[in-house]
């Protein structure tokens, strides 16, 4: 299993490259599929057969529906983001620190590039797998950033953290939105007992050990 971080706009693509297909986690902002289809291109590759969305927000799965439509890969998430996905939702909740930018940022950036919604195609619960589409990667559910935020966990080791943890520099708890800042200590307990050994971040190419996750405090 071969891992490419693909950067776009505010967001990234996470494409796993396995011998009997591909899987993508997040999907960056709205407009950015071109960065994945080059990379397609660039594989020789034609069988993405999953998108999975960490989470409601426009920089996690503003491109989903573009890519849906042009592989016809399914796209998958918790259920409890799934309405604001079919509806193009991206709650950011209550800011902390700087996280009010964001306030400021999304509906300028939603009015220059809109965000298509992006029904999932089907839900998994915490502890549920990807393994019927031949992705051996579990579920957790980790709210707090929103209702259903999620990492994923590989049979690896490798986990994908999304928004719960920010900064490889001084890694920490979600620290500047959620939508309810009282799911984000349990959340980092969660992804801490699952004891993965190396984490990736939603906004960052460089991961952490796990040694490092296990360090961060709420
Ligand atoms: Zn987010
Ligand atoms: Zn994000």
């Given at each position: 299993?071969?891992?490419?971080?693909?950067?776009?706009?505010?967001?990234?693509?996470?494409?796993?490259?396995?011998?009997?297909?591909?899987?993508?986690?997040?999907?960056?902002?709205?407009?950015?599929?071109?960065?994945?289809?080059?990379?397609?291109?660039?594989?020789?590759?034609?069988?993405?057969?999953?998108?999975?969305?960490?989470h409601a927000h426009?920089?996690?799965y503003?491109?989903?529906?573009?890519?849906?439509?042009?592989?016809?890969?399914?796209?998958?998430a918790?259920?409890a983001d799934a309405d604001d996905l079919a509806r193009g939702g991206s709650p950011?909740?209550?800011?902390?620190?700087?996280?009010?930018?964001?306030?400021?940022?999304?509906?300028?950036?939603?009015?220059?590039?809109?965000l298509?919604p992006a029904?999932?195609?089907?839900?998994?619960?915490?502890?549920?797998?990807?393994?019927?589409?031949?992705?051996?990667?579990?579920?957790?559910?980790?709210?707090?950033?929103t209702p259903g935020?999620?990492?994923?966990?590989?049979?690896?080791?490798?986990?994908?953290?999304?928004?719960?943890?920010?900064?490889?520099?001084?890694?920490?708890?979600?620290?500047?939105?959620?939508t309810?800042?009282?799911?984000?200590?349990?959340?980092?307990?969660?992804?801490?007992?699952?004891?993965?050994?190396?984490?990736?971040?939603?906004?960052?190419?460089?991961?952490?050990?796990?040694?490092?996750?296990?360090?961060?405090?709420?």
């Amino acid at each position: 299993m071969k891992l490419h971080i693909l950067p776009a706009g505010l967001g990234q693509f996470f494409l796993l490259e396995d011998p009997h297909g591909l899987f993508l986690i997040d999907c960056s902002t709205p407009g950015k599929e071109d960065v994945l289809l080059a990379k397609l291109r660039e594989l020789g590759r034609s069988d993405l057969k999953l998108i999975w969305i960490t989470h409601a927000h426009y920089d996690h799965y503003g491109s989903a529906a573009a890519l849906r439509r042009l592989t016809g890969a399914r796209i998958g998430a918790h259920p409890a983001d799934a309405d604001d996905l079919a509806r193009g939702g991206s709650p950011l909740g209550s800011p902390r620190g700087y996280g009010f930018l964001y306030l400021l940022g999304q509906p300028l950036a939603r009015r220059i590039h809109p965000l298509p919604p992006a029904p999932p195609d089907f839900t998994l619960e915490d502890g549920e797998t990807l393994e019927r589409f031949g992705l051996e990667a579990t579920v957790l559910h980790t709210p707090g950033h929103t209702p259903g935020h999620t990492c994923l966990l590989l049979a690896n080791g490798t986990a994908f953290a999304a928004d719960l943890i920010g900064s490889p520099r001084r890694p920490h708890a979600q620290n500047l939105l959620a939508t309810d800042w009282r799911q984000i200590p349990p959340s980092l307990a969660h992804l801490q007992a699952a004891h993965p050994q190396v984490v990736y971040m939603g906004h960052s190419r460089r991961p952490i050990t796990g040694q490092a996750l296990q360090g961060i405090r709420p």
